[in-house]
């Protein structure tokens, strides 16, 4: 039997070093695919097995109004900011205040960050370009990827322009990919933090089990972990 998770990209490392727990003490195989928020949801709508399902909790919430979901599991990870990157060893630009970020963005060699139409930091770094004012100056250095953790490490992957390239996703993916160090969140009135929640699917194939592990996501014990990773708790 094999336990079936689609999860945002933000939640790879605490589901993975859970899933090594989980392996352990329930003796089932544990399965996860990431990749874009957006992304994840159309594989769950169209009907990818599926136990336990993570994304943005306006996602989660809007599986619940459908019965997707089983509702009375839906819980947050927490809430995850979104953050800008360098390749490790590589000087940190300033990016204190909206002046200096936009300065940061201005006169980056390139942009690197997740899909620009299905994942939420993407999106999101398109709606900050276009209230800096500067997206048409800099689309051409938009470098975007399926994913933050394939941004990410495309960007630790840099050789040449390496000094004057930057990254911009949620700060979980950036802290779990080796080879780019976080700067910093996004200041005001570019910040953006979203909280992730857990559900199990309403049409999992293994619901106890399933629920087991959408509790130790979200419960106390992981706590710690998730904090570890970039899932801020309030």
Known sequence: MTLNILSAGAAKAVVNTLAETFTGS???AVSAVFNA???I?????AGEPCDVVILPIAML??????????ASTHAPLGHVPTGIAVATGVAAPRIGDAAATRSAFEHASAIYCPDTQRSTAGLHVVRVLNEMGIHASVADRLRDYANGAEAMAALAALGTDRDRAIGCTQVTEILYTPGVTLVGVLPPPFELTTVYSAAVSAHSRDPERARRFAA?????HSEALRVESGFAQR
């Open 216 to 220: 130790l996501l979200t419960g106390s």
């Open 41 to 45: 949801r159309a594989q769950f709508a």
């Open 37 to 39: 928020a957006g992304t």
């Open 26 to 28: 329930e003796r089932v």
């Open 61 to 70: 919430d809007a599986l619940a109004v459908e019965r997707r979901i089983d």
